[in-house]
């Protein structure tokens, strides 16, 4: 299943984590809502606040998180963070974080690195093998036609989509990705996913011997509130019951 895994696995990712969810909504919601904290025109935000929706925040949380935002209530200022390296089994890791310590969380995220296997590398050692593309994803249920939704999906600017098991995977550039992600939803689609990620562009499979450390690796630094997603290019889905 690679990077994505199945529906299922998704969602029961998404119910065990969902605690922590919210804080990293709640950050990038806040980071978002500095531009601007109108959704109808911050479509950053408004992209930030559907998502929160879909994992059940409460509105009164993200009501907070936009008001820290845009200055109206006081609250912490984040720097975002991009770390590039390798886990086990020379896996390419990309590791994005929001944080107000910047210090705490390079140290955190190294020392992770280091305990499971990895190397941390320096900007740009890994980022070469990826690509920025947004990524929306609609479960393949009945009611949702592959022709019309790729209609869609094209006619608002995107670049391709990639049919999975149980799910269309809907790629665009990420100066589209806001138009493309309204249209599907005016259209009435569903998105369990959406995000701009970067995408491996060449992907590698790790050896029996490294899963468990590229596993464990990847679960500390997504449990780490400052992360907010960590992106590998490897060919297998780790976490697949």
């Known amino acids: 299943m690679g990077r994505h895994g199945t ?16 804080t990293k909504y709640a950050r990038a919601i806040i ?4 531009a601007g904290g109108d959704p109808d025109y911050n479509p950053t935000l408004r992209v930030a606040i559907e998502k929160a929706k879909g994992i059940g925040m409460p509105n009164d949380n993200i009501k907070r998180a936009v008001q820290k935002g845009t200055g109206e209530l006081a609250g912490e200022t984040y720097e975002e963070l991009t770390f590039e390296g390798y886990g086990a089994g020379g896996i390419a890791v990309i590791v994005e974080a ?4 910047k210090n705490r969380t390079a140290s955190s995220v190294r020392s992770t ?5 990895g190397n941390l590398g320096t900007p740009g050692c890994v980022s070469y093998m990826f690509a920025r593309k947004g990524v929306i994803i609609i479960e393949a249920v009945d009611g949702v036609d592959e022709d019309a939704l790729m209609e869609t999906a094209l006619e608002a600017g995107a670049d391709d989509m990639v049919v999975q098991e149980d799910s269309f995977e809907i790629l665009t550039d990420p100066a589209a990705y806001t138009d493309v992600h309204q249209a ?5 689609y569903e998105i369990l996913e959406s995000d701009i990620e970067f995408v491996p562009s060449m992907e590698s499979t790790p050896g029996e011997g490294d899963i468990k450390n590229l596993r464990k690796m990847i679960e500390i630094l997504e449990d ?3 992360v907010q997603k960590v992106h590998t290019n490897c060919a297998i889905d780790l976490f697949e019951e």
């Open 7 to 22: 529906i299922a696995g998704r969602k029961a990712a998404q119910d065990s984590k969902r605690a922590a969810m919210f």
């Open 31 to 34: 980071v978002a809502a500095k």
């Open 98 to 101: 929001l944080t107000d310590n």
């Open 113 to 117: 690195f280091d305990k499971y296997g």
């Open 184 to 188: 599907i939803l005016d259209a009435g």
């Open 224 to 226: 780490n509130d400052d």
